[in-house]
């Protein structure tokens, strides 16, 4: 470019040939261009900090680039949400203020991209940690994505709803008392509703039943779960939990979200070591892994207060 600049002419002949109209046209306009001032645009506080931890997750961590690249990114959606345009400062970071993003942040992403974020948020809170950034070891208390198939943040019904429900089943009939039983267990002991449907009788009593099964239809069959469903959604209508055409709203398993809910808080209250506890619970559960159950943790606001108040405490402790 720089030879066809000083003599396009001579260029052109020797090497190119016939030039096009257009670049000719340049060539004889040349002179009169003029080229626009370039603007440095100053860095961030939180582009530098980026900028190191990305050069920390090549050399120090040895990360494929294409990990490291999704990392700064995650990382980047992360401070921008916690400090805006503003410098970054991670010496007044606390841990309520990490689960608050986490809660804001993940919503918005698949399951998939959630785990990652999770895993980059630790990674940049280890880092920090590492450099004097901050105080605390904030990646403590970054949530875990579950491995569910309704791996959404799970919600649990309120105690006013469990009650409304409860008591819109006709106990004065046989079918109303066996939907009460049902929805009892699953508000009382956190059950899967395959659980309690598919109950045997000979688990439980003696002799020789009617029916191999404890809940049945009127006609004395199993109940399956089209049946359990369609009765809660029903009586969800019934009380205004859910609209008339409606597909979404209140389901089954919100009761067991709610057990969950429910048991973590009491530990947390009652000064319980809920650290230990925990396998006890996703035994109970039949979760695969203590990291569905922790879960949880992200769905209550007050849940998480708890942890986090726990957390911040123990930090404050002196050793």
């Known amino acids: 470019m720089e030879r066809f600049v000083k003599d396009p002419h001579t260029l052109r002949q020797k090497r190119l040939g016939p030039l096009c109209p257009q670049i000719d046209e340049f060539a004889q306009h040349r002179k009169g261009l003029v080229a626009a001032p370039v603007t440095l645009v100053e860095r961030t506080t939180i582009d530098k900090l980026l900028d190191d931890f990305s050069l920390y997750l090549q050399q120090e961590r040895v990360l494929a680039p294409t990990t490291v690249a999704n990392y700064v990114s995650l990382i980047k959606k992360f401070l921008t949400h916690r400090f805006g345009t503003g410098p970054a400062d991670l010496s007044d970071l606390t841990a309520a203020q990490v689960v608050g993003s986490v809660q804001r942040l993940v919503p918005s992403l698949c399951r998939k991209r959630a785990k990652v974020m999770t895993s980059a948020l630790r990674s940049f809170l280890r880092y920090a940690r590492y450099q004097d950034f901050i105080r605390s070891d904030l990646a403590a208390c970054v949530p875990c994505v579950a491995d569910w198939s309704v791996a959404s943040i799970p919600k649990g019904l309120p105690i006013e709803h469990v ?157």
């Open 163 to 319: 009650k409304r429900v409860l008591a819109s089943c006709n106990r004065k009939s046989a079918i109303g008392r066996r939907d009460y039983a049902i929805l009892l267990l699953l508000a009382r002991l956190g059950l899967r509703a395959g659980e309690v449907y598919k109950s045997r009788r000979d688990q439980y009593l003696k002799g020789q039943p009617t029916s191999d099964f404890f809940f049945v239809t009127k006609r004395g069959t199993r109940l399956d779960k089209n049946n359990v469903r369609g009765t809660f959604h029903a009586l969800s209508r019934q009380i205004g939990l859910r609209g008339e055409f409606d597909s979404h709203g209140p389901r089954l398993h919100d009761f067991r979200h709610r057990f969950a809910i429910q048991t973590l808080l009491r530990w947390y209250r009652s000064g319980d070591d809920v650290e230990r506890r925990l396998p006890v619970l996703s035994t109970y559960l039949g979760h695969v892994r203590p990291d569905d159950t922790y879960w949880y943790l992200t769905a209550c606001p007050e849940l998480m207060g708890q942890a986090v108040e726990r957390l911040e405490r123990r930090w404050r402790t002196p050793k």
